[in-house]
């Protein structure tokens, strides 16, 4: 079992940034791949960012590119998510996922991640 606890939500204005970490406790090797989802009210939850244990490579969805950074402290069973210029359709639950290490293929899928945290809430308004 691995349990997972998200901090670092919170609302701000068009432009500004905010920092998501999500710490990781339980039996070593169920998180080697970790990564961040969010879901925004009335839609499917969906694919942020994600990073391995090892090798450093980083995988992000098109619309976070260039925005959001996806970083990993192996010592600390730690995963972080910088978020920069964030924009009003940022807004939505953020959620911290892991599982043991995975295909490719399957990183960006929810449906293979057997642990959880509980969700924070990022609101960019006006």
């Known amino acids: 079992q691995v349990q997972l606890v998200e901090s670092g939500g919170g609302s701000v204005r068009p432009g500004g940034s905010l920092r998501l970490s999500c710490v990781a406790s339980?039996?070593?090797?169920?998180?080697?791949?970790m990564a961040w989802f969010r879901q925004a009210p009335g839609k499917e939850r969906e694919f942020v960012a994600a990073?391995?244990?090892?090798?450093?490579?980083?995988y992000y969805t098109d619309s976070v590119k260039g925005r959001f950074t996806i970083s990993r402290d192996n010592a600390k069973n730690a995963v972080y998510l910088q978020m920069n210029d964030l924009k009003p359709e940022d807004t939505a639950v953020y959620y911290c996922?892991?599982?043991?290490?995975?295909?490719?293929?399957?990183?960006?899928?929810?449906?293979?991640?057997?642990?959880w945290g509980q969700g924070t809430q990022v609101t960019v308004s006006s």
């Open positions: 996922a892991a599982n043991n290490r995975m295909a490719l293929s399957a990183l960006r899928n929810s449906a293979h991640y057997a642990y």
């Open positions: 339980g039996r070593a090797g169920n998180n080697d791949d």
């Open positions: 990073m391995r244990r090892s090798g450093g490579h980083t």
